[in-house]
Each structure stands twice: as C-alpha cells, then as structure tokens.
C-alpha cells in the first residue's frame, strides 16, 4: 500500500466551502434578479459593457467564454428589452459593437442595490475588513487561476487547468 504524502499541505481545503457560498449566492441572487427580469449571465454581460464602454461582439464572447452561439441568443434577450444595443462597427461595417444602453445602466445600478442586499444576507457574519480580506483573496485567487491557464495555454500543456 502507498501512502500519499500531506507535507506541506493545507490542513482545511475550501473547494466544499466556496461551492456551498456560491450556491447560497446564486440562489438568493437568481430570485432577486428575476423580478428584474435578468439572470445571471445578463448580468455579467450588462457589467462588462457597463466596464468597457461598448465592445465587438466577438470580443465580448471571448470575454465571456462563451460560445458565439450562446452569445447571441443572450444578447438578443437584453436587446428585446432594450438593455443593449448592437450598432455597426465604424472600423469594419461586417462587425457590431455590443454598447449598453441607458435603461440598460438603470436596470443594471437596480440589480446591484439588490444584489448588494443579498451579499450583506450571506456575508453578514463578516464584519466590512473581514469582507475586504475575502475579496482580495477571492481576487487574487482568480488572477493566479487565469495566469496558470494563460501559461498552460501557451506551453500545450495536457489541459490541466
């Protein structure tokens, strides 16, 4: 029998512990997004115009990860509702810049207010540094994960990440 050694590892693994925080979050955020007439995916899309200022349709896919496809089925609900716009490019007519419209920001601050609600309901055992520490953390963690793809990406690497 081999026995695997733990040197050097951390004694608690917190996979089990954000996938039950990210539950709670989604739950409570699915049901507050809704009567706004948004989900998830609308919402990270409306945030990343709101950041960029407009962007090419392909770009924003990219952006998203997600399939092109997907993408504008996705944007053809937000855009039903007047959330986005597709406009010509100036640089090239064959290609659309996705740009948020202004019900779209409105829509948007709305769902944020909400959303800052529910984050005070699942987070509020943490005082406002403990949340600051979380977030940094959170952050840093995503950046490492995307520098390791990136590299991962570059090197053909077995697809680890």
Same mark, same amino acid.
């Given at each position: 029998?081999?026995? +695997?050694?733990?040197?050097?590892?951390?004694? +608690?693994? *917190?996979?089990?512990? !954000?996938? +039950?925080?990210? $539950?709670?979050? $989604?739950? $409570?955020?699915? *049901?507050?997004? @809704?009567?706004?007439?948004?989900?998830? /995916? +609308?919402?990270?899309?409306?945030?990343?115009?709101?950041?960029?200022?407009?962007?090419?349709?392909?770009?924003? *896919?990219?952006?998203?990860?997600?399939?092109?496809?997907? &993408?504008?089925?996705?944007?053809?609900?937000?855009?039903?509702?007047?959330?986005?716009?597709?406009?010509?490019?100036?640089?090239?007519? /064959?290609?659309?810049?996705?740009? !948020?419209?202004?019900?779209?920001?409105?829509?948007?601050? /709305?769902?944020?207010?909400?959303?800052?609600?529910?984050?005070?309901?699942?987070?509020?055992? !943490?005082?406002?540094?403990?949340?600051?520490?979380?977030?940094?953390?959170?952050?840093? @963690? &995503?950046?490492?994960?995307?520098?390791?793809?990136?590299?991962?990406?570059?090197?053909? *690497?077995?697809? @680890?990440?």
């Amino acid at each position: 029998m081999v026995e +695997h050694s733990v040197v050097n590892q951390p004694v +608690h693994r *917190s996979g089990a512990l !954000l996938d +039950h925080l990210a $539950r709670r979050m $989604r739950l $409570r955020a699915e *049901s507050v997004l @809704a009567p706004l007439g948004l989900r998830p /995916r +609308h919402l990270v899309t409306l945030t990343v115009l709101r950041q960029q200022g407009g962007c090419p349709q392909q770009e924003l *896919s990219d952006t998203l990860e997600m399939d092109g496809t997907n &993408v504008v089925g996705l944007l053809n609900d937000l855009e039903a509702d007047g959330l986005i716009e597709r406009r010509r490019s100036p640089q090239d007519r /064959r290609r659309h810049v996705v740009v !948020l419209t202004e019900k779209g920001g409105h829509v948007l601050a /709305r769902a944020e207010c909400a959303l800052a609600a529910v984050e005070n309901d699942v987070l509020g055992s !943490l005082d406002d540094t403990q949340r600051e520490t979380l977030y940094g953390l959170l952050q840093q @963690a &995503v950046n490492g994960t995307q520098v390791i793809c990136t590299e991962a990406a570059d090197d053909d *690497s077995d697809g @680890a990440c």
